[in-house]
């Protein structure tokens, strides 16, 4: 499966984790810096009896064969985004000032009452039907405009609020039917995720967002043939959980309860600031434990477990992250222990290798013609995505096996 030609990479939402993602390939390109994190650039893989670099084994574009373009309600450019976002020290950003000043979003699908705590000026217009193909739009044109030979998309923008399925998520007819009628129940990440799977794009969801996890867009992505994969990066607090309880559960040693808490200053803290949205990633961070920790199992290292998330908006400290865990755990005969974890990590830092990793391997996932939801890529997100029937495997050894 050789390279056929460049590859744009899409982004809805180009704010701090997209363009903390583009700075460093750029960075990368011009040597100024080493991919960590990524698996994609760093990890290697059996082949027969050779151990190859997992890039040359699966023909993955090369760094110097991408382009970028994205959506964005803020029609600042990459750098002053970056800049706006403040997770790179300026010297890293000027030295790809030329190359980020370039990059200008196109106005965003975007309404408020998704995400109450941001708003900006770089907005469509029209019915949800009229967006919804302005989008598609936008995607031949960039591809047009760039010479892209193919093209993914990663989610990057913020988190919208928590909503149920309805009827118009049950089938592409029915979402379609709704996105002529105004639907208030599809949402502008729904939006965007018919608009990639209509255009043929392959997409990853990287925020907990009820987008690609609707049956109609399965279903829709299933028809096309569209590679897609979600939900939400797995980075920071999360990723720790899916390293310690594996090792607690394969020691048999008992969890009575798991506090978790952050403090963020960005813009998802913000956003995350209000019940509706906070009450997405909730559902998203919550679901780790109870596959890895199994009560039904053993009830009686896991059956009273309890669990617990809180998430506060902290402005001082902008990306950096702080995450606190407390571990209650249960040793032979009973003996309670304790476990602490103080994590202070930058956000974006984390989750920019893996927008690389999604893109790149949904990339390979379409040119081998491999449509529809990509469990194989459940070690990147807090909450993977299954194939209809099939059950979440949320432990990261698992996943990277």
Same mark, same amino acid.
């Given at each position: ?194 608009? +990639?799977? %209509?255009?043929?794009?392959?997409? @990853? ?5 009820? !987008? &690609?996890?609707?049956? *109609? ?13 979600g939900r939400d ?33 960005n813009t998802d ?20 434990l109870d596959a ?51 994590? +202070?990590? %930058?956000?974006?830092?984390?989750? @920019? ?5 999604? !893109? &790149?391997?949904?990339? *390979? ?37």
């Open positions: 499966m050789a390279d056929q030609g460049k590859l744009g990479i899409l982004l809805p939402g180009m704010g701090a984790v997209a363009t903390t993602f583009v700075a460093g390939v750029e960075a990368i390109r011009r040597g100024r810096a080493a991919a960590i994190g990524s698996l994609t650039q760093l990890g290697r893989m059996k082949v027969g009896d050779r151990d190859v670099a997992i890039r040359d084994a699966l023909a993955l574009a090369p760094l110097e064969n991408i382009v970028f373009g994205g959506w964005d309600i803020y029609d600042d450019t990459c750098f002053d985004a970056a800049v706006r976002a403040g997770v790179l020290n300026y010297p890293d950003m000027a030295a790809s000032r030329e190359f980020l000043s370039t990059l200008k979003p196109m106005p965003a699908v975007f309404e408020n009452e998704w995400i109450k705590n941001l708003n900006g000026p770089n907005v469509k217009t029209g019915t949800k039907w009229e967006r919804a193909n302005q989008l598609i739009d936008d995607i031949a044109n960039f591809k047009a405009s760039t010479g892209a030979d193919r093209l993914v998309s990663v989610w990057c923008g913020s988190t919208e609020r928590w909503t149920e399925l309805q009827e118009v998520h049950l089938s592409p007819a029915a979402f379609e039917a709704g996105l002529k009628a105004d639907h208030p129940g599809i949402s502008p990440a729904m939006m965007y995720a018919w608009a +990639l799977i %209509k255009s043929g794009v392959p997409y @990853a969801n990287g925020a907990p967002n009820r !987008a &690609l996890d609707t049956p *109609a867009l399965t279903q829709l992505a299933d028809e096309l043939g569209v590679p897609i994969a990066f797995k980075t920071g607090q999360t990723l720790m959980k899916t390293i310690l309880a594996p090792g607690l559960a394969s020691r048999y040693i008992g969890v009575k309860g798991w506090y978790s808490t952050n403090i963020l200053g803290g913000a956003v995350l600031d209000d019940p509706g949205s906070f009450k997405t990633k909730e559902e998203s961070k919550l679901s780790v890895i920790l199994d009560a039904e199992a053993h009830p009686e290292l896991y059956g009273d477990m309890t669990h617990k998330v809180r998430i506060d908006y902290y402005p001082p400290r902008g990306d950096d992250k702080e995450g606190w865990d407390n571990i209650d755990i249960r040793g032979w005969m009973d003996y309670p222990m304790q476990i602490k974890i103080n994590f +202070l990590c %930058k956000d974006s830092i984390l989750a @920019a290798p893996l927008v690389l990793d999604l !893109a &790149l391997l949904l990339d *390979a996932a379409g040119r081998a013609g491999n449509g529809g939801v990509q469990d194989w890529l459940s070690f990147f997100f807090k909450a993977p995505q299954p194939k209809v029937g099939e059950m979440v495997v949320h432990d990261l050894f698992d996943q990277q096996d």
